[in-house]
């Protein structure tokens, strides 16, 4: 639902910045930490756990643990990892143990079900699906971060850069390393297949 | 450059980021090498491209906007939490709520004016119903009359709940020296929340929930939830949209404006991003407080796109816009979904009238709208429905929605004090499912029943996470993140002591 129409404000500042506006006492700038990652988290979450609902409470989970201790994020320009890191541990526990993190908070009855979700996509496509997801969670997070904001936020390297606090080099050679690694490996395959 | 070269970066080149000396050079390639027009652009760059926007199309969250806001609000809450319990010394003053009297008059006073200009202490007052107006250590305020605070440095805080529906307070509750603030409206779910922040230069004022009217020496404006006001120092006010200052009225007109443009061409293009791009626009307008347009996203309500209708729903509870409520009950005998979505709605606004509809679902086979419905049926307190809700708490199974199912009616059982089911609801306090203990803590609490003292205790230091849901309308244990400090909570407020 959410796409650069509606958020071109919200690069404005780089993710370090946002971090220690929030620490020197701006909640509000916290907010815009969820804006820009909820919607990758959510991705990431959603291919381990499954389950819709149970991605949004680990999202949120995630938003929430971060927020409480964003004094121990000791490298505020690395808040993107540490946040993929700490939301992965929690999809590892919810994993391992689905009763504990069962509902990480509480979903109040007002809310409701995402209309769609992977398991529902059309039949077919599964199988490319399955492959590119494969292929993208071995990747490191950095670059997993940096195709999620490009292809599911649809941000230019100018705003991922902005975003993240980096030259807009690195960005694009990231981008350019895993369209290298994907590229092999997804298309070469699909042309076999036919 | 080399085939190689170009194809190396022909995903970059097709995105058009590279810097234009780079795309000259692939342009002048692929002019003389059909080779590579034909391969790297074609099937490879575009293949990969179109397949990881796909890819990442399919996995984003359906409903983002509602995730923010649950995201946002559960962060809001831990702030307040904080800030809260971060102060040291508390002036309380006793109000009482006057709930029958005059409409014009939300509260009344017990004590007057022990705070006075102090700037060390924290201006904190509470009501027994959750309400509260509160200062940081550092602000002047003080209390002119009944319902009638003057600050005059700092910050405060007001969250008002109201027991009656929609009273009005028709007189200037908050005066600063810049601005006068009158309550005009509450939310449909009967509160107003707001802050109030003088930092010298400007007057800042966030809406949470509620209208106000804020009236400047050079005018005054009317805000809403989603919305903040800033008075300058000249005593001009203006609107804008909260969490994003930079956004004046009238960047927000045009905003509104794009938004509804998008709405009223929907059924004109066929192409696949429409339908997403509606729904981009309905929450654009959501974030935007943009009431005034209900009109447009109700519309939606009578489309043939199911996700429109859904959009429409939360849009229009999101607003507070009651008004439709009738048109939103209609859509109650339709998909799975959509029923649900409009039971949620019409909880949000408040709409008790269309209570017996809602009922019916109290015993439906689909469990998402059974649960919906049986907490609908405790927020607007339908105690002839206890019967019904009573045999929620019996049916079987161990899914996600059977739980939910017993989480609300627990939950909705408390609300509406149903004692005789406290042994019922006490079974539950060994469910495996985390939120299915903690909601049977809470409801204990608010059937205060003593008698499960013993069994709550043994919960204390359950350490699994849960937070009490939002729309609970006792706020007093507002602020867990576990089903131990619920129970420790409920506990104290039974006056049971832990040792």
């Given at each position: 639902m959410r796409g650069r129409e509606t958020d071109?404000?919200?690069?404005?500042?780089s993710d370090k910045e946002l971090v220690r506006l929030c620490l020197s006492g701006q909640k509000e700038a916290f907010s815009r930490l969820v804006l820009r990652y909820q919607g990758i988290l959510y991705g990431f979450v959603i291919l381990r756990v499954k389950e819709p609902n149970i991605a949004e409470d680990i999202v949120q989970d995630s938003f929430l643990r971060a927020y409480r201790s964003l004094d121990k994020c000791t490298r505020p320009e690395g808040f993107s990892k540490w946040i993929f890191t700490l939301t992965s541990n929690l999809c590892k526990d919810y994993l391992k143990n689905p009763r504990r993190t069962e509902i990480s908070l509480d979903r109040a009855p007002i809310s409701s079900e995402p209309v769609?979700?992977?398991?529902?996509?059309?039949?077919?496509s599964e199988e490319r699906f399955a492959r590119v997801q494969s292929l993208t969670e071995t990747l490191p997070y950095e670059m997993q971060i940096v195709l999620a904001m490009k292809h599911q936020e649809q941000m230019s390297c100018t705003e991922i850069a902005r975003a993240l606090g980096k030259p807009v080099g690195t960005v694009t050679s990231l981008l350019s390393r895993a369209y290298a690694i994907l590229r092999e490996k997804v298309i070469e395959k699909e042309r076999e297949d036919k | 450059m080399t085939c190689s070269e170009v194809t190396q970066r022909i995903e970059l080149y097709l995105l058009g980021e590279m810097d234009q000396g780079e795309i000259t050079l692939v342009s002048q390639h692929l002019d003389k090498c059909p080779r590579c027009r034909n391969q790297a652009v074609e099937k490879r760059g575009k293949a990969l491209l179109s397949t990881l926007d796909n890819y990442y199309q399919k996995i984003r969250p359906t409903a983002s906007e509602e995730l923010s806001s649950r995201i946002l609000q559960s962060i809001d809450n831990e702030a307040r939490y904080r800030e809260r319990s971060s102060r040291s010394k508390v002036v309380k003053l006793w109000l009482t709520a006057l709930a029958?009297?005059?409409?014009?008059?939300?509260l009344t006073v017990g004590l007057y004016l022990l705070v006075g200009q102090s700037e060390s202490k924290p201006f904190e007052v509470e009501l027994s119903n959750g309400s509260f107006i509160k200062a940081p250590a550092g602000s002047v305020v003080s209390q002119l009359e009944t319902n009638k605070f003057r600050l005059e440095k700092g910050k405060m805080q007001v969250y008002l709940k109201s027991?009656?529906?929609?009273?009005?307070?028709?007189?200037?509750?908050i005066q600063t020296p810049s601005c006068d603030i009158k309550i005009l409206e509450f939310d449909p779910n009967n509160s107003v929340d707001f802050e109030v922040d003088l930092d010298g230069e400007k007057t800042t004022i966030q809406i949470f929930s509620g209208v106000l009217e804020v009236t400047g020496k050079q005018g005054k404006v009317i805000a809403q939830r989603n919305q903040a006001v800033t008075v300058s120092s000249d005593g001009t006010p203006s609107v804008y949209v909260r969490d994003d200052p930079r956004l004046t009225s009238a960047e927000r007109k045009a905003r509104i404006e794009k938004a509804l443009k998008m709405l009223e061409g929907r059924n004109k293009s066929v192409l696949d991003k429409t339908e997403s791009r509606v729904v981009i626009a309905v929450s654009d307008l959501i974030k935007l407080g943009a009431k005034e347009h209900a009109k447009e996203i109700a519309e939606l309500l009578r489309s043939h796109v199911p996700i429109w209708k859904e959009a429409a729903l939360i849009a229009l509870a999101e607003l507070g816009a009651r008004e439709y409520a009738k048109e939103i009950a209609l859509l109650l005998t339709d998909n799975e979904g959509i029923a649900r979505s409009a039971i949620i709605a019409l909880t949000k606004l408040g709409a008790s009238e269309y209570l017996s509809k809602i009922a019916v679902f109290l015993k439906s086979n689909d469990m998402s709208r059974r649960a919906q419905a049986v907490w609908a049926v405790g927020i607007f307190g339908g105690k002839e429905y206890i019967k019904e809700i009573l045999d929620c708490l019996q049916i079987s199974g161990n899914d996600q929605e059977t739980k939910r199912v017993k989480r609300a009616a627990s939950l909705s059982l408390g609300m509406l004090g149903a004692k005789e089911a406290a042994g019922q609801i006490a079974l539950l306090l060994k469910d495996e499912s985390a939120f299915v203990r903690g909601s049977a803590v809470l409801a204990l609490g608010l059937l205060d029943a003593k008698e499960y003292a013993k069994e709550i205790a043994q919960l204390i230091n359950d350490a699994s996470s849960y937070s009490v849901p939002e729309g609970?309308?006792?706020?007093?244990?507002?602020?867990?993140?576990?089903v131990g400090s619920v129970a420790r909570q409920v506990l104290k407020e039974m006056g049971v002591n832990l040792h």
């Open positions: 071109d404000a919200n690069v404005e500042y769609a979700h992977p398991q529902k996509r059309k039949a077919g | 029958g009297v005059a409409a014009a008059v939300l027991d009656k529906k929609q009273p009005a307070v028709d007189k200037t509750f609970l309308k006792n706020k007093k244990y507002k602020s867990t993140d576990s």
